[in-house]
């Protein structure tokens, strides 16, 4: 039961550079959540996915696309990628959405330059 | 705006000392109130969870709810050098708010 998985770790990118940031459960989930960190801000909602089918912007959507590909993947993509969006990105899943504790992936580190 | 504010630190206590952390909230309907550790380059776990007014006792943890205030609390007995972390409290809103909002955190360390 290998939980929330997310690919890659690490990734440098240039400004303007497009990428997928993949995330994966295998505990049966129904919602799943991108988040990301930076220092002094917390962890801020990107978008949330609370049942296959169905996808919600959160706090910080802006810039970012999101995909509920099935129960057990959910992906987040950049488009154009800026500085700005240089941070550690979490994935997280909850059997339900609301009130159910949410289990994270280990983070992707992603560097704009 | 929904906020989480938790009490700024950083925190440094004795081992073996108790460890308090304190959180407040916005959101009066909020209803689930959740502590997640962090260790420094690691992903949030979560240490406990409350939904009801009073103490919830888990080995040498403690959170405390009361919704009244909008406060909840986490207190840490007989404090571990391996309890040194970032503790995030985090509250999911009332109604049809079912988004998780995370406080900034508490950076706790504890000197052997």
């Known amino acids: 039961n290998a939980g929330v998985t997310q690919t890659p770790k690490f990734q440098v990118l240039k400004t303007g550079q497009s990428m997928t940031l993949q995330c994966a459960q295998d505990m049966n989930h129904n919602s799943m959540y991108w988040y990301r960190q930076d220092p002094g801000m917390g962890l801020r909602l990107i978008y949330y996915s609370a049942s296959e089918g169905t996808t919600d912007k959160g706090e910080v959507p802006n810039g970012y696309n999101v995909s509920r590909l099935n129960k057990r993947e959910f992906s987040l993509r950049l488009e154009s990628a800026a500085p700005s969006q240089t941070s550690v990105y979490f994935c997280a899943s909850a059997f339900v959405q609301n009130s159910d504790t949410q289990y994270f992936g280990p983070g992707t580190r992603l560097t704009v330059l | 705006q929904k906020e989480v504010e938790q009490n700024s630190g950083p925190l440094s206590v004795p081992e073996g000392a108790i460890a308090s952390l304190n959180c407040t909230y916005s959101d009066r309907g909020s209803q689930s109130f959740f502590w997640y550790r962090q260790y420094s380059g690691k992903s949030p776990e979560l240490i406990m969870s409350i939904y009801s007014n009073g103490d919830k006792e888990d080995g040498r943890f403690t959170a405390q709810l009361n919704k009244a205030s909008q406060y909840v609390s986490l207190l840490i007995r007989d404090s571990q050098p391996s309890d040194s972390a970032t503790y995030l409290c985090?509250?999911?809103?009332?109604?049809?708010?079912?988004?998780?909002?995370f406080g900034k955190g508490t950076l706790l360390t504890v000197n052997p």
């Open positions: 985090a509250v999911i809103g009332g109604g049809s708010n079912y988004k998780l909002t």
